[in-house]
């Protein structure tokens, strides 16, 4: 098919992939720490740093993309739960 073109994802290599999402992973972790110990009694913080260590190491790169938006769905939460405190 000569005419064919490849999707986004295709066109950057593996490597580059993985970097991004161990990046992504970062700085997830870190906006997670940076709440503090308060954060540390709700069950989103155990649930979103499970997320962000086991479920993310243990996914195929195509799913991790989504383990990570998972985790910061939970990190927003935790955010508004904090400032409504």
């Given at each position: 098919?000569?005419?064919r073109t490849d999707p986004p994802n295709q066109t950057r290599s593996f490597r580059r992939r993985y970097d991004d999402l161990e990046n992504r992973r970062a700085e997830l972790i870190a906006r997670l720490q940076g709440?503090?110990?308060q954060a540390q009694?709700?069950?989103a913080y155990k649930r979103a740093l499970k997320l962000l260590n086991d479920?993310?190491?243990k996914s195929?790169?195509?799913q991790?993309?989504?383990v990570l938006q998972a985790a910061a769905w939970l990190i927003d939460i935790l955010e508004r739960l904090l400032q409504t405190m």
């Open positions: 098919m000569p005419n709440l503090g110990a009694a709700f069950p479920t993310f190491r195929k790169l195509a991790r993309l989504a």
